[in-house]
């Protein structure tokens, strides 16, 4: 028994002795890059080790690597011989070791082995070139390098996306024309100019500084008007044209140099003083009265009537009418009086300052009321001060007397009266008596009582008789 058992064990031994032996010549027979020989598998490559690199910063690309990131990679060999057709694979991961998906990582030997590297027995130094899909976002990444799967990516070095902007600010400026300054204070340029024409323009030389190039192509827009392009003289953005404007209100200018930020300016026309205009050498007069529309109603639009004034200066003039309305008891304040000159502009009279008309020079310039609407029945005093530059202001008070729409106005009746050709009454045998017809007409809707009185000749005296019914003096009724 105890013979069998060690016959079985010696067995046992000599199996696993040649097993053993088998796969040694095996492992020795077969190329590195192959797991399998046959049905037999034996164990990957891991002589091949990538340094660990945290700290070295890859680069911006040159030499047909613009726009990529390049560095390198130690790659070390822990056999004696050389390692034949070693695939490397690189990936970039962001500043949370997440795995960016738009970078992709070429590895070469020497830029000569683009995809399997023979790594020699003492290793080698590999290059790394990255490049990214669009513009990655500002921030420190990962790159790494692995031979088997992304889990064993060993890093290899870094990439500092940093914030590209550029800026440029503004060194100095000076007025573009003669006849007024300009000069930089903080972020306004403040323009200053003694007897400047009214309508006016101004322009600035704007001298940049910073990141911005010589003869750079620019943008500037004032306020929200069309923006205008330029090109730098060296560094020197001129604009020209530059409206003032009778308010002198601030403007703002943007401008934007090529790759830069935009730089934004006040202009500032506080400084700006216009030429007086000469006082007037003539007068503003007023022309017959001032008519209000016809038959005005309460609550009713009406329009005609006129102010009509005599400029004898020896330019247009401005004349200030202001309109002032005692109404009756109870009116509204809702009132409108409101004219205008020829086919200028609707002005409102009643406003606290009244309301300015340039008059030109002649005999009769006609302002038409537009618009009077009074709106409570009765009767209104309406007072006009009418105010020419540089003359003394004119006063009119206008009565004027506002209906009920909605009240009938009574109706007038009128009867006028025809005295026709007399002829001789032959039954007066003294032939002192005529005959003749008179006509009475009546206008209107309603009967009306008419007295007849005496009759006055040209020659002599008469006595009038209308019929034998109606003695002089009576009252008929003309139907």
């Known amino acids: 028994t105890m013979r069998m058992r060690m016959k079985k064990l010696l067995s046992i031994l000599l199996v696993t002795a040649m097993l053993a032996s088998m796969a040694v010549t095996a492992f020795a027979d077969t190329p590195a890059a192959s797991n399998f020989d046959g049905d037999i598998m034996v164990a990957a490559v891991t002589d091949i080790g990538i340094t660990e690199d945290t700290s070295t910063a890859f680069t911006k690309g040159t030499d047909g690597n613009e726009g990529k990131w390049v560095g390198t990679a130690t790659v070390t060999n822990g056999s004696s011989s050389d390692e034949t057709g070693v695939t490397f694979t690189g990936i970039v991961t962001d500043s949370k070791d997440t795995k960016v998906e738009g970078a992709t990582v070429e590895v070469t030997l020497q830029a000569t082995q683009p995809t399997a590297i023979d790594v020699p027995a003492d290793g080698c130094t590999l290059d790394v070139v990255v490049e990214f899909t669009g513009t990655p976002a500002v921030g420190e990444y990962k790159v790494k390098l692995h031979t088997g799967t992304e889990n064993e990516a060993v890093q290899v070095g870094t990439i500092n996306i940093e914030d590209e902007t550029k800026t440029a600010t503004v060194a100095s400026v000076e007025a573009a024309a003669k006849d007024y300054t300009a000069k930089l204070e903080g972020t306004a340029i403040k323009f200053e100019a003694a007897d400047f024409a009214k309508g006016g323009t101004v322009g600035v030389k704007i001298t940049l500084t910073g990141d911005v190039a010589d003869n750079a192509e620019c943008t500037y827009q004032i306020d929200s008007s069309k923006a205008e392009t330029a090109t730098l003289g060296g560094k020197v953005l001129t604009i020209e044209g530059i409206a003032v404007g009778e308010e002198k209100t601030s403007k703002t200018l943007t401008i934007t140099p090529a790759g830069c930020e935009a730089i ?165 045998t003294t032939g002192k008596t005529y005959t003749g017809e008179l006509t009475l007409t009546r206008t209107g809707t309603d009967s009306v009582d008419v007295t007849v009185t005496d009759v006055t000749l040209s020659k002599g005296t008469a006595t009038i008789t209308i019929d034998d019914a109606a003695a002089k003096g009576k009252k008929i009724t003309v139907n």
């Open 264 to 428: 934004e300016l006040t202009l500032n026309f506080d400084g700006i003083n216009f030429v007086v205009d000469p006082a007037p050498t003539g007068d503003v007069t007023l022309v017959g009265d001032v008519t209000l529309p016809e038959n005005l109603k309460a609550g009713e639009k009406a329009t005609g009537g006129s102010i009509v004034l005599k400029n004898t200066n020896t330019a247009a003039t401005d004349v200030t009418i202001k309109a002032e309305i005692t109404p009756p008891q109870g009116a509204k304040a809702t009132d409108v009086i409101k004219a205008k000159l020829g086919n200028g502009e609707e002005k409102d009279l009643l406003a606290d300052v009244g309301a300015t008309f340039s008059i030109p020079v002649g005999n009769s310039n006609t302002i038409t009321f537009s618009d009077v609407t009074l709106n409570t029945p009765g009767n209104y005093s309406i007072k006009f001060t009418i105010t020419p530059v540089g003359s003394q202001a004119i006063t009119k008070t206008v009565a004027a007397t506002v209906t009920d729409p909605n009240t009938n106005s009574p109706v007038t009746t009128t009867v006028t009266a025809a005295l026709g050709a007399f002829t001789l009454d032959k039954s007066d």
